[in-house]
């Protein structure tokens, strides 16, 4: 039993001992996936706010540059391809990312294979590191059940700030972006005239891609109901679809190999309403505080990918029993006929933007 005597000097032991020592450089890494380098853009906006002192390297790819701007970060540039490729080019890396800086702490935020030989190196040379904590196995066992019906899991932005907690910050959850606060853009699309619509129905998965025919009913009643719609793509048979609508409709332009991504970004920041899938397009929206109405079919926002910031009740879904069938919509659908997206119905979701933009 502890006596008050010992507790009060326990107590006075503590307050007498020396704030711990923070880093005063740390470097962040993550290479991919795109919506999931977007989130950390969330991370850092809040963490820069807390310690604008302390100084911050993202280590990503350059193509993603985009999401960091304005935010006072530094970004080193990792290019996979050649200089940063195979067993060499992670030796390069860890050079590049230590020469000329006095890095005293490294974030993982992928714990990806080449992360982890990097965060190994990191700690070999003396820095502190902390990694993420994907939640992979509370994932899994929300796979295959209402996950809707329990307890969101946390949040992939919020697990980014555990790991920068992790190393002995401390600071709040970022707060979500607000239109009129967020970084002034110029529209790459001219003078806007009327209302403007976005729409993302492409994914890496087919599980989370709108199926086509439902996708060109959709641009339709867009095309009727907006002074103009913009169809956010890659390339290959996306940008043939959107090129497609583009030829159709006088008021519908494909932005695939018209803007860039930072361009792509600047045009979301100006539009009035995204319509997305669970995809890159939603994060981006995200970092300009677009509305979005966004479309799950295989994957599930309470497993902690919702755009950060936006409100489950603008998601559009099919309470089904399957749902979701796997965490990142990578799975094979079952029967075969993705009920869960033909459930929402381009009337549903041209209701819904209409309500967005009205509201």
Same mark, same amino acid.
């Given at each position: 039993?502890?006596?008050?005597s010992?507790?009060?000097?326990?107590?006075?032991?503590?307050?007498?001992?020396?704030?711990?020592?923070?880093?005063?450089?740390?470097a962040?890494?993550?290479?991919?996936?795109?919506?999931?380098?977007?989130?950390?853009?969330?991370?850092?906006?809040a963490?820069?706010?807390?310690?604008?002192?302390?100084?911050?390297?993202?280590?990503?790819?350059?193509?993603? &540059?985009?999401?960091?701007?304005?935010?006072? !970060? /530094?970004?080193?540039?990792?290019?996979?391809?050649?200089? =940063? *490729? $195979?067993?060499?080019?992670?030796?390069?890396?860890?050079?590049?990312?230590?020469?000329?800086?006095?890095?005293?702490?490294?974030?993982?935020?992928?714990?990806?294979?080449r992360?982890?030989?990097?965060r190994?190196?990191?700690?070999?040379?003396?820095c502190? &590191?902390?990694?993420?904590?994907?939640?992979? !196995? /509370?994932?899994?066992?929300?796979?295959?059940?209402?996950? =809707? *019906? $329990?307890?969101?899991?946390?949040h992939?932005?919020?697990?980014?700030c555990?790991?920068?907690?992790?190393?002995?910050?401390?600071?709040?959850?970022?707060?979500?972006?607000?239109?009129?606060?967020?970084?002034?853009?110029?529209?790459?699309?001219?003078?806007?005239?009327?209302?403007?619509?976005?729409?993302?129905?492409?994914?890496?998965?087919?599980?989370?891609?709108?199926?086509?025919?439902?996708?060109r009913?959709?641009?339709?009643?867009?095309?009727?109901?907006?002074?103009?719609?913009?169809?956010?793509?890659?390339?290959?048979?996306?940008?043939?679809?959107?090129?497609?609508?583009?030829?159709?409709?006088?008021?519908?332009?494909?932005?695939?190999?018209?803007?860039?991504?930072a361009?792509?970004?600047?045009?979301i920041?100006?539009?009035?309403?995204?319509?997305?899938?669970?995809?890159?397009?939603?994060?981006?929206?995200?970092?300009?505080?677009?509305?979005?109405?966004?479309?799950?079919?295989?994957?599930?926002?309470?497993?902690?990918?919702?755009?950060?910031?936006?409100?489950?009740?603008?998601?559009?879904?099919?309470?089904?029993?399957?749902?979701?069938?796997?965490?990142?919509?990578?799975?094979?659908?079952?029967?075969?006929?993705?009920?869960?997206?033909?459930?929402?119905?381009?009337?549903?979701?041209?209701?819904?933007?209409?309500?967005?933009?009205?509201?």
């Amino acid at each position: 039993m502890v006596t008050s005597s010992k507790k009060a000097k326990n107590d006075e032991k503590k307050q007498n001992q020396k704030p711990k020592k923070l880093p005063r450089h740390i470097a962040v890494m993550r290479l991919s996936a795109m919506g999931d380098v977007a989130m950390m853009a969330h991370t850092l906006r809040a963490f820069v706010e807390a310690y604008s002192d302390v100084r911050v390297t993202v280590v990503t790819r350059k193509l993603f &540059v985009p999401f960091f701007e304005g935010l006072g !970060v /530094e970004v080193l540039e990792v290019d996979t391809k050649s200089r =940063h *490729n $195979g067993i060499k080019g992670l030796w390069r890396l860890f050079g590049d990312i230590r020469r000329g800086r006095k890095i005293d702490a490294f974030a993982d935020l992928h714990s990806s294979v080449r992360s982890r030989v990097i965060r190994w190196l990191m700690r070999l040379s003396g820095c502190k &590191v902390a990694s993420i904590h994907k939640g992979r !196995v /509370e994932k899994w066992f929300r796979v295959g059940y209402n996950s =809707h *019906n $329990g307890v969101p899991l946390k949040h992939t932005v919020v697990r980014y700030c555990d790991v920068l907690r992790e190393l002995g910050f401390e600071f709040d959850d970022p707060t979500p972006v607000l239109r009129e606060q967020s970084v002034k853009r110029e529209n790459p699309m001219g003078e806007k005239k009327g209302r403007w619509i976005g729409f993302a129905p492409f994914s890496a998965h087919t599980g989370k891609t709108y199926p086509e025919d439902m996708s060109r009913q959709l641009v339709e009643l867009f095309a009727a109901d907006y002074e103009q719609v913009f169809i956010h793509s890659g390339g290959g048979s996306e940008a043939e679809f959107a090129q497609q609508m583009e030829a159709k409709y006088a008021n519908v332009v494909a932005l695939n190999g018209k803007v860039k991504l930072a361009g792509e970004l600047n045009l979301i920041a100006h539009l009035d309403c995204v319509v997305s899938m669970d995809s890159l397009v939603m994060h981006m929206a995200s970092l300009t505080g677009t509305p979005v109405v966004s479309v799950w079919g295989a994957t599930h926002p309470a497993l902690g990918f919702l755009g950060w910031g936006y409100d489950e009740r603008n998601v559009l879904q099919a309470d089904m029993p399957c749902r979701p069938c796997s965490v990142y919509g990578d799975k094979e659908c079952k029967t075969g006929d993705y009920k869960c997206l033909r459930a929402i119905t381009p009337q549903m979701v041209a209701d819904k933007v209409k309500e967005m933009v009205a509201g």
